[in-house]
């Protein structure tokens, strides 16, 4: 299959800013396309070893199966805040997904996006509509280990399984308190994730792109805000992303939503002709 990669600007992170940056049309011009085992009380364990209760979330997430989700990724664009929005469903134990990510409008507020299909696979990130100059029935191909961030803000959405594999790098966690979310009730964590940490204790299929992101971002580790129902699935996590781009600290808030927990998911992977290899505008 044809591999597609991004040009990257200097600077550490760079390439993970640039990208996402194109999703909102903002900042880059032309882009050429190229565990242990969870406790049988979580609540028990949570009260004895918070850090413990939200390692193991991504082990309870693939027990579980299935979810629906929802993204939402905030950054700061030319002085002006913008949010990507997404919505579809996560198989956690092949760790696929299908999404529909929704872009802002443009600064003045006149122009509609269409809203980017994203196809999540171990390694690989696939979207259609995805820019100026892609005809309507192809898709691009972006392989995530070799992106600086390893795809956790790349696609305008945080990969769901990658986003509860972090947290196995959780240290200097708190317990916050109980909190309901969306009518069920939550055990709220707050700490660091240290991505290095997170990356050898990743499971196969998402060590690369961890790997990838433990050298890319500027800061060694995440802050984030874990939510776990009384089963111990994670319902809702927000990580703080910091990275460098040509000497400025970037920051992107990037927060997953899961529920829905059982739905059938189906990703089917374009054929090899439906693949873009041309060139990518702004």
């Known amino acids: 299959m044809v591999e597609h990669r991004y040009g990257r600007p200097h600077g550490r992170g760079g390439g993970a800013f640039a990208v996402t940056a194109v999703l909102v049309g903002s900042l880059v ?32 997430l693939a027990r579980a199966g299935t979810s629906k989700t929802g993204t939402s990724m905030e950054m700061a664009s030319g002085g002006t805040r913008v949010t990507i929005r997404g919505e579809g469903s996560y198989d956690f134990r092949r760790r696929t997904g299908r999404l529909q990510v929704l872009l802002p409008r443009d600064p003045a507020g006149t122009s509609e996006h269409r809203p980017i299909t994203e196809l999540l696979t171990p390694g690989a990130l696939y979207m259609k509509n995805r820019g100026a100059g892609v005809p309507a029935d192809k898709w691009v191909r972006v392989d995530t280990t070799t992106l600086d961030d390893g795809n956790l803000v790349t ?118 002709r439906d693949i873009y290899a041309g060139k990518i505008k702004a």
């Open 29 to 60: 011009g032309t882009v050429t396309v190229t565990g242990c085992a969870a406790p049988d009380d979580p609540k028990a364990a949570a009260a004895t070893d918070p850090a413990l209760a939200v390692r193991d979330a991504a082990d309870v």
């Open 155 to 272: 696609g305008g959405a945080t990969d769901p399984a990658a986003a509860a594999e972090l947290l196995r790098g959780a240290r200097e966690v708190v317990y916050v308190g109980e909190v309901e979310l969306a009518g069920v009730k939550v055990s709220h964590y707050r700490g660091v994730a240290d991505i290095a940490r997170a990356a050898r204790a990743a499971s196969p299929q998402l060590r690369g792109a961890l790997t990838a992101a433990a050298k890319g971002f500027a800061d060694d580790t995440v802050p984030f805000d874990a939510y776990l129902d009384g089963e111990g699935r994670l319902r809702k996590v927000r990580h703080q992303f910091s990275f460098s781009n040509q000497g400025r600290t970037v920051a992107v808030a990037s927060t997953t939503l899961l529920y829905g927990f059982g739905v059938p998911v189906e990703v089917v992977l374009p054929d090899r």
